[in-house]
């Protein structure tokens, strides 16, 4: 069964509008990270933001944050105040803690488009 | 820039030939993980070291091998090579390997092309 589900493949925002990045994850741990990463065209893989399945506020890191629902397991990005250079590939991942194993599982991705 | 480094940025090679990509992590972190990003799979992870040993293992054809070396830095290395390796390569690394919190940071991936 996937692990992580992101259903948008792609989006479009207006510039200096706020933006919803859905994921959705699957897991039977009680401790787990989720974790969004940004992927730029140049390709390299930016950390954004964590929340912890403990986490009891939801995570924010200026203009990103997490609306962490834990019974829908859902862990999504919110992007407020859209920029031009926020277009990029948005990663949504988790990482369980289960016999020593701890690699991340990674959605399919959102490209999102930040329309001038 | 994360701290990781990864060399060469890009790759063109034949099938059946043999590369080997490098890492360095960041200063201080002692796990190194490598992953492939294509078109059709995705991200996968392929395989983790902690301290010069291997932790854990994922999606990592026997073609493919790998070590990290005392001073930390890691070595992928593929072989007979086929035109389906062609992907883009990240090393990731982190201070421990356990904890769900731990934070991977990645470099900036070595893109190879198999011809």
């Known amino acids: 069964a996937q692990k992580i589900t992101q259903t948008q493949p792609g989006m479009f925002v207006q510039e200096k509008e706020a933006v919803t990045l859905d994921c959705t994850y699957d897991t039977s741990d009680q401790s787990y990270g989720l974790f969004w990463y940004k992927q730029p065209s140049s390709g390299e893989m930016i950390f954004l933001i964590y929340?912890?399945?403990?986490?009891?506020q939801n995570a924010t890191e200026g203009r990103y944050s997490l609306n962490f629902q834990k019974a829908r397991k859902s862990a999504n990005l919110v992007i407020s105040a859209s920029q031009l250079g926020d277009s990029a590939m948005y990663f949504c991942a988790m990482r369980e803690v289960h016999s020593g194993n701890t690699p991340l599982v990674f959605g399919k991705g959102t490209r999102l488009s930040v329309i001038a | 820039d994360s701290g990781v480094t990864q060399t060469p940025k890009h790759l063109i090679t034949a099938t059946g030939q043999r590369v080997t990509l490098r890492c360095s992590p960041r200063?201080?972190?002692?796990?190194v993980y490598w992953y492939q990003q294509s078109l059709d799979q995705g991200l996968q992870f392929l395989i983790q070291?902690?301290?010069?040993?291997?932790?854990a293992k994922g999606n990592i054809l026997e073609r493919f091998s790998a070590q990290q070396f005392p001073d930390l830095h890691s070595e992928l290395n593929l072989s007979s090579l086929e035109l389906g390796d062609s992907a883009l390569y990240f090393c990731?690394?982190?201070?421990?390997?356990?904890?769900?919190?731990?934070?991977?940071?990645f470099g900036p991936g070595t893109r190879l092309l198999v011809l």
């Open positions: 070291y902690y301290n010069g040993e291997e932790r």
């Open positions: 929340q912890g399945s403990y986490d009891e």
């Open positions: 200063s201080g972190d002692l796990s």
């Open positions: 990731a690394s982190s201070v421990e390997s356990s904890g769900v919190e731990e934070t991977q940071y």
